[in-house]
C-alpha cells in the first residue's frame, strides 16, 4: 500500500478474505477508528449504551459480516466491539490495518484511559474521508476568516496552542486576553464525560492536555503523577510527569479535541523549529490556513516550505505530506520530534510510504536538525536524513521533546 492509498477498494484483510465493500464505502478498520472517535467525544467508552449513533452503529453491523466471512464469533454490541478496540492490536484479522499503513503492534483505545488512541485518530483523519485532522483544518479555516487579520489569527491560534484547557479563574487573571477570547470561545467544549476520572478533571502539565487514571479510579487515591497507570493524550510524557488536578470541571472547558491533537500536541515542535530560524535570521510566513506550514522567505526558487508534525505513524504522516491538499511546489522540510527521528524504524517507514516522486522534494528532519538541513545541498534522503543529529546524551535539550 502506497502512501496516496485512497479508500474505496476491496479490503483484502490478512487473512487473506477480501471482503465485499460497497463502492465509495470506507475500508471497515477506517469506519471503526472513526466510530471510536465520534463516540469518544460525548460519552465513556467504558459504558456505551442504547442507543448508538448510526457510525458506530454501522461499524457494528459491518465488524458483524466481517467476523462471519472470518468464521469468528462476531461482536455482540458496540461496547463489546469498543472492549475489541482496546485488547486486540490493530493488525488483529478483525482490523485487518495492513502493516504498511499503521505499527502492528498499535491498538485504537488504549487500555489504561479508555481513549482513542493517537494513532486512532491519525487513522480516522487518513484519506480523502478522514474527519479529524479535517475538522481541525475547517475550524483553524474559520477562525481565520472571522479574525479579520493575519496577526489577529496568529494571536488567537497561539491562545489555542498554548490553552487546551481554560478554566474559569483563568478569565480573571492579568493579563487575560478578553477580546482575543471573544474570537476563540466557540472553539472550546464543557468538558466532556470521556475525559473525567470519577468526576475530575486531570491535566498532564507535560503537554497541558487532559489526562487518565486506569478505570477511572478517583484520583485523590493515588500519587498525581503520571506512570503505567495513568494515561494523557500526548502518550509520550514520561512517567513522574506532575498531573494538576482541576476539582471542578463544570468551571472548565476544554478545546474541541481535533485542535488539541493536530494543534495543541504538534505546537512544541513547530515553537522549536521557528525559534532555529530566529536564531540565524531565516525569515518565514505562515502558509494560508493556519495548519503548521509556513513558507520561508529565502532566495532559493521555488520557494522552500517547513512543515511542523508530531505523528506517531509514520506511513500516515507519509501519506499526509503527499496529499494534494498539503504539499505545495518546491522543496519541503517536515520537521518532527526528536524522540521519533531518533528511530531508523520511524525513518525507514517515512521513506518507504512517501511516493517514489516526492523522495527528492521532501526532507525529514528535526528542529535541532534544521539549519543544517536547509543548508544541505543534498538534503534528501530519507532514511540517511541529512539534517538529523542523534542527540548527545540522554537528557538533551527537551524542547520537543514532551510532544
Ligand atoms: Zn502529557
Not at 490556513?289 to 521555488?302: E, I, N, T
Amino acid at each position: 500500500m502506497n502512501a496516496d492509498y485512497r479508500a474505496p477498494r476491496a479490503g483484502r484483510v490478512s487473512s487473506g478474505v477480501t471482503l465485499p465493500e460497497a463502492p465509495g464505502q470506507l475500508p471497515l478498520f477506517l469506519e471503526v477508528a472513526q466510530a471510536v472517535v465520534e463516540l469518544s467525544e460525548h460519552k465513556s467508552l467504558r459504558s456505551f449504551s442504547l442507543p448508538y449513533p448510526s457510525r458506530a452503529q454501522r461499524a457494528l453491523d459491518r465488524m458483524v459480516l466481517h467476523c462471519l466471512a472470518l468464521g469468528q464469533a462476531p461482536p455482540r454490541a458496540v461496547p463489546e466491539l469498543l472492549e475489541w478496540c482496546a485488547r486486540r492490536v490493530v493488525s488483529d484479522p478483525v482490523f485487518g490495518v495492513p502493516d504498511t499503513l499503521v505499527a502492528p503492534d498499535a491498538r485504537l483505545i488504549d487500555p489504561v484511559g479508555r481513549m482513542p488512541t493517537r494513532t486512532c485518530l491519525e487513522l480516522a483523519s487518513h484519506g480523502p474521508d478522514g474527519v479529524v485532522e479535517q475538522r481541525a483544518r475547517n475550524l483553524l479555516g474559520s477562525l481565520e476568516a472571522r479574525c479579520g487579520s493575519a496577526e489577529r489569527f496568529l494571536r488567537c491560534r497561539s491562545f489555542l496552542a498554548r490553552h487546551p484547557v481554560v478554566h474559569q479563574h483563568h478569565r480573571f487573571q492579568r493579563g487575560w486576553d478578553k477580546a482575543g477570547w471573544t474570537h476563540v470561545r466557540n472553539l472550546y467544549r464543557p468538558v466532556p464525560e470521556s475525559v473525567l476520572s470519577a468526576g475530575l478533571l486531570l491535566r498532564c502539565n507535560g503537554c497541558g492536555l487532559p489526562a487518565l487514571l486506569r478505570d477511572g479510579v478517583e484520583p485523590w487515591t493515588g500519587a498525581l503523577v503520571s506512570g503505567a497507570e495513568t494515561w494523557c493524550e500526548n502518550e509520550g510524557c514520561p512517567h513522574g510527569t506532575p498531573l494538576t488536578l482541576i476539582r471542578d470541571p463544570s468551571h472548565a472547558l476544554v478545546l474541541d479535541r481535533s485542535l488539541r491533537s493536530f494543534l495543541a500536541l504538534p505546537y512544541a515542535v513547530e515553537q522549536a523549529a521557528l525559534d532555529e530560524l530566529d536564531r540565524v535570521a531565516i525569515g518565514y510566513e505562515p502558509l494560508p490556513g493556519g495548519f503548521s506550514g509556513y513558507r520561508l522567505r529565502d532566495v532559493a526558487a521555488p520557494a522552500r516550505t517547513l512543515y511542523l508534525y508530531d505523528r506517531l505513524q509514520p506511513a500516515l504522516l507519509a501519506a499526509r505530506c503527499a496529499a494534494p491538499e498539503t504539499l505545495s511546489a518546491g522543496p519541503a522540510f517536515v520537521v518532527i520530534p526528536e524522540r521519533l527521528a531518533h528511530r531508523a524504524d520511524y525513518r525507514a517507514t517515512f521513506a518507504a510510504a512517501l511516493p517514489e516522486e516526492l523522495r527528492e522534494r521532501v526532507t525529514l528532519t528535526t528542529p535541532r536538525g534544521l539549519i543544517q538541513a536547509l543548508r544541505s545541498p543534498f538534503a534528501r534522503s530519507q532514511a540517511t536524513m541529512p539534517g538529523y543529529r542523534p542527540p548527545p546524551t540522554a537528557d538533551h535539550d527537551r524542547r520537543d521533546d514532551h510532544a
